[in-house]
Structures are given as C-alpha cells and as structure tokens.
C-alpha cells in the first residue's frame, strides 16, 4: 500500500502546532500495548507490544534508529531486507510496512517501481518525546518523605477514558496501590496536572506522609520483579560488550543487536519510574543496566549506520540523504529534528 504525500500543505508553523498537540498528550510510544490500542481515536496508532518483539515494533524501532532526525526516505526493499536480517520473513515484512503506513505511522511515496517510506511527523513528535524520556537518566532529587495520591473514578462505560488516564499516570511514574487510588513520591509538576486536567473532574489528588499501619505505598510497585528484569538485561547483553570492544560484530548483526536492546531496554524505565534511592533494596542496577545499554547502543552505531546505509543505497539510484544514526546522549536531549518539505525530492 502507498500513500500519496500532500505537497505545499504542511507548513512548519502547522508542525507546531501537531507537535504542541501530540507532547501534551504523550505518554510512551514505547508502551505500545496499553497506550496504543486498536481502538484508539487517535490519528496515529503504534502497534500493539507482543511477546517479543513484533514485526511492527522492529519496523519502527529501525525506522527511529535511522531516520528520526531527518524523517529520511528509506527504499521498501531496504527496509524489508533489514527486517528479514532481524528474523522476519520477507511477507511478513511487508505486511508491518503496509499495516504501519494504515495506522498512520508512516507514509509512503513512489517512484517509477520503487516504493519508499517514512516517518509521518505525528510519530515522529511520538517517538522523539517517548525516546528522550526513556534515555534520560534519572535525576538524584532529594525527597520529603511524603506522597502523591490520586483517586479516580471512571465509570465503565468510559473504558477508553479510563485507559487513557492509567497510562498516563504510569508514564508520571505513578502505581495503582489499588484500583483507583494511584501513588509516587515525586510531587506534581504544573505540566503535569495540565495534563491530568484533561481527564476532567473525575481525580482527587493530595500529597501527604504515610501514617502506620496500613499498606505501604511501596507496595505498589514489585521491586523484586523489577529487579530480576534488570538482571536478566544485563545477563543477556554484557556478553556482547567484549566483541564490540574487539570490534567483531558485523553489519548486520550490529543493526539487529542495536534494534533489539533498544527494544527491549526501552521498557526497563516504563517498569522502574525512578523510584527515591532510600526506598530501593542495595544493589539497585538500574545505572549499570542503563550504563550497559548506552555501550551497546553507542558502540555498534557507526558499524549499524554503514550497513543500514549500505542497504539503503543499494534500493535507491538517488543520493542518500538524512540516514544516520544517533547516540543515547543525543536522543536523550531531544533529537532537534525538523518538518521535511514536502517539495523536497530527496530520498
């Protein structure tokens, strides 16, 4: 499936305004099953998160990898003959492409036989907002020892609603103690309740220090599981680190390794929401865990670029440009990427 790409109609002051609208309503474009589901009323719908990594989610994590900064035009076969190098079959390729470009995540053009795609730049603002929070460390703030808790009551036939506002406060770092009685130990900021306030008179929020006996507050997140997420992280991935040292990982597997430990560390912080560290048992390994994956991810980009380049190329007799790969710092600080004009032909 193509589709065709409006000229003249996408000014930078309407990417504006998409983007203002889409990071007011972000919550993890990572989190795709809760955040994204399939009946969603937004325009732009991420694939559902399966067991593994789905072809969907590989489709766009490569596409972020890439060609994020610059929404680049990659060729359909490149990106088909990537995703059969990361284990999918090539129908199964084409299905992801045809069923992204039907969610509205990416778009797609011809030329003469070839077809290329895109990042549209409602998920691009998506991904960019999600990516930076996910690679950002997690700031060592003081804490007062007390409480932010939020009662809600969503009737049920507002599932959609209901849906919405628990991922929304999962993404605050907030858990469900209960149902409908949500908690964290960090204070609202002003962005924060704004976003909140969408949901309309259904919260009652107050912040307050916890009085024995009772539930704690901590008991609503499973540290133990939490924990056990990050050992096998690192179990699987450290044994990687001394052949990229040696430098021993080729083409291929280094855009396939890059792919995957983004994939999957990128729920790691959707999990731990950066929780104080006096609450936390001794040995957290949420930093060597991050430390880990920016090894990984920075240390296969140059090797990764070359062949998605490579690959890119080989689709496509125009010049390649826009395709390159970032590092954890740089999508950590928000990736200064601009709306592509619609005039340009560049592939």
Do not use: C
């Not at 610059?70 to 129908?91: D, F, I, K, Y």
């Not at 045809?98 to 053009?109: K, Q």
């Amino acid at each position: 499936m193509t589709l065709s790409v409006p000229r003249g109609t996408r000014t930078v002051n309407r990417y504006v305004s998409i983007k203002a609208r889409y990071s007011r309503r972000v919550t993890s474009p990572y989190d795709i099953d809760e955040i994204f589901p399939d009946d969603t009323a937004e325009p732009v719908r991420l694939p559902r998160r399966q067991a593994g990594n789905s072809p969907q989610g590989l489709t766009v994590t490569l596409l972020a990898d890439y060609t994020l900064r610059h929404r680049a035009w990659l060729p359909s076969a490149a990106l088909v003959t990537l995703l059969m190098e990361a284990g999918v079959s090539q129908a199964g390729s084409r299905t992801a492409i045809s069923r992204l470009a039907r969610r509205g995540v990416l778009e797609g053009r011809r030329q003469g036989r070839r077809s290329f795609y895109r990042l549209t730049p409602a998920a691009a603002v998506f991904l960019a907002v999600g990516g930076s929070a996910i690679a950002s460390p997690v700031a060592a703030e003081p804490w007062d020892e007390q409480w932010t808790v939020i009662a809600f009551s969503v009737p049920r036939d507002q599932a959609a609603q209901r849906r919405g506002l628990r991922a929304q406060l999962r993404w605050m770092g907030f858990a469900p103690l209960y149902d409908g009685l949500w908690v964290s130990p960090r204070g609202l900021t002003g962005k924060a309740r704004e976003q909140l306030a969408e949901f309309g008179p259904t919260l009652t929020i107050f912040r307050g220090r916890y009085a024995d006996p009772g539930r704690s507050p901590l008991d609503a997140w499973d540290t133990a599981a939490i924990a056990r997420h990050y050992e096998s992280f690192i179990a699987s991935w450290h044994p990687l680190l001394p052949r990229i040292h040696a430098g021993q990982v080729s083409g291929p597997e280094a855009v396939r390794a890059r792919t995957e430990v983004m994939d999957t560390y990128r729920r790691l912080p959707i999990l731990d929401p950066g929780l104080p560290a006096r609450l936390l048992p001794a040995g957290w390994l949420r930093e060597p865990a991050r430390d880990l994956f920016i090894a990984i991810y920075d240390g296969l980009a140059q090797n990764a670029e070359d062949h998605v380049r490579a690959v890119a190329a080989a689709g496509t007799d125009d010049p390649l440009r826009g395709v390159g790969a970032h590092t954890v710092a740089e999508l950590a600080a928000g990736l200064p990427f601009a709306p592509a004009d619609d005039h340009d032909q560049d592939i």
